[in-house]
């Protein structure tokens, strides 16, 4: 597995990343168990989870990986968030430095870690003001509870203001920003991944495979593959089960087949050949998901072949509301 830098930063990430949020929900302590020794000897450095993880179970999917990595987890790095609902009321979440300063400890005791590595804000705080946020995160690395810590779920010009932020209070900056990026879905190249770029900040995609409709699992007008996600929630089959994409699925298919790959392999390597994208976040709750996607990484497309696939799958002109 090849490493990258996050952003400008010198911390060194896997190309491919396990995300975390299916452990305790979907992955259970002896799946967990198994699926993280799987994945850190495919060589995958980087687990990401957050102290919400999973839905309906805030901080289980931070136990179950502090418990899985014990001794191995200074080979690793740990990224986790904070912000999101964490209980009742609104003083569990957000991006103050009350709420900071209790939500860290939180997560260190659950993950069993004296340190985490990348500590990201899930989605902006309209209640606080950014400028007490950083001040807050340069407060935790200075203490030595963070290495590194980046964003999620912001806009571009909510990422811009924050890098000339930190540049201006002196803080430590967002080295990371974490927002949804697949073959299907290319909104944030419109302004959150140039943002990233010019911010110095390593872009870390989550639902690389378009919630799994890239796995080449589902087929049109075919009963969907029971436990899968998609067959799960409504709210994927609206957004992802449209004839336009099916469309798209069918020539991206015949794209890969033609060079002896399979859509998975495309959906990591093309998001990989974008220079700004550090790592790519994927779920998995199977060891063999796991190597398909390690394998996945190694494709390197020429700019012939991105061409081609511009033209199978383009930016939309205008912006899809999901």
């Known amino acids: 597995m090849n490493l990258r830098n996050l952003g400008a930063s010198g911390l060194k990430v896997s190309a491919v990343g396990l995300g975390?949020?299916?452990?305790?929900?979907?992955?259970?302590?002896d799946g967990t168990n198994k699926l993280i020794p799987a994945a850190i000897d495919l060589g995958i450095t980087l687990f990401d989870t957050a102290d919400s993880y999973p839905v309906g179970?805030?901080?289980?999917?931070?136990?179950?990986?502090?418990?899985?990595?014990?001794?191995?987890?200074?080979?690793?790095v740990i990224a986790t968030k904070f912000a999101n609902v964490m209980g009742p009321g609104d003083m569990m979440r957000g991006g103050s430095r009350r709420w900071i300063m209790t939500a860290i400890e939180g997560s260190l005791r659950r993950l069993k870690t004296d340190w985490?590595?990348?500590?990201?804000?899930?989605?902006?705080?309209?209640?606080?003001?950014?400028?007490?946020?950083?001040?807050?995160?340069?407060?935790?690395?200075?203490?030595?509870?963070?290495?590194?810590?980046?964003?999620?779920?912001?806009?571009?010009?909510?990422?811009?203001?924050?890098?000339?932020?930190?540049?201006?209070?002196?803080?430590?900056?967002?080295?990371?920003?974490?927002?949804?990026?697949?073959?299907?879905v290319r909104e944030v190249e419109r302004e959150i991944l140039p943002a990233a770029k010019a911010s110095g900040m390593g872009f870390l995609p989550y639902f690389p495979l378009a919630s799994g409709f890239l796995t080449g699992k589902y087929h049109r007008n075919a009963p969907?593959?029971?436990?899968?996600?998609?067959?799960?929630?409504?709210?994927?089959?609206?957004?992802?089960?449209?004839?336009e994409n099916w469309e798209i699925a069918a020539r991206l298919g015949d794209f890969c087949e033609t060079r002896g790959k399979t859509l998975l392999d495309l959906a990591f390597s093309w998001l990989l050949a974008n220079p700004t994208v550090s790592s790519v976040i994927a779920g998995a709750t199977k060891p063999e998901q796991l190597a398909a996607n390690a394998k996945a990484a190694e494709w390197v497309l020429t700019a012939e072949e991105l061409a081609a696939i511009d033209r199978i799958s383009p930016l939309p002109k205008t912006k899809k509301i999901h």
Not at 20 to 29: A, E, F, M, P, S
Not at 154 to 172: F, K, P, V
Not at 225 to 241: E, H, M, S, V, Y
């Open 224 to 243: 969907m593959p029971q436990g899968a996600r998609i067959t799960a929630a409504k709210i994927f089959q609206d957004n992802f089960l449209t004839d």
């Open 116 to 184: 985490i590595d990348l500590y990201q804000m899930h989605f902006p705080d309209p209640n606080t003001p950014i400028e007490e946020t950083l001040r807050a995160l340069d407060d935790v690395v200075r203490q030595g509870k963070v290495r590194y810590i980046g964003c999620s779920n912001y806009a571009g010009w909510q990422i811009a203001t924050a890098s000339a932020l930190s540049r201006e209070l002196g803080t430590h900056a967002f080295v990371a920003d974490q927002d949804e990026y697949s073959l299907l």
């Open 57 to 76: 179970k805030p901080g289980v999917s931070e136990e179950l990986l502090g418990e899985a990595l014990g001794a191995r987890r200074k080979d690793i």
């Open 20 to 29: 975390c949020n299916n452990l305790g929900g979907r992955v259970d302590r």
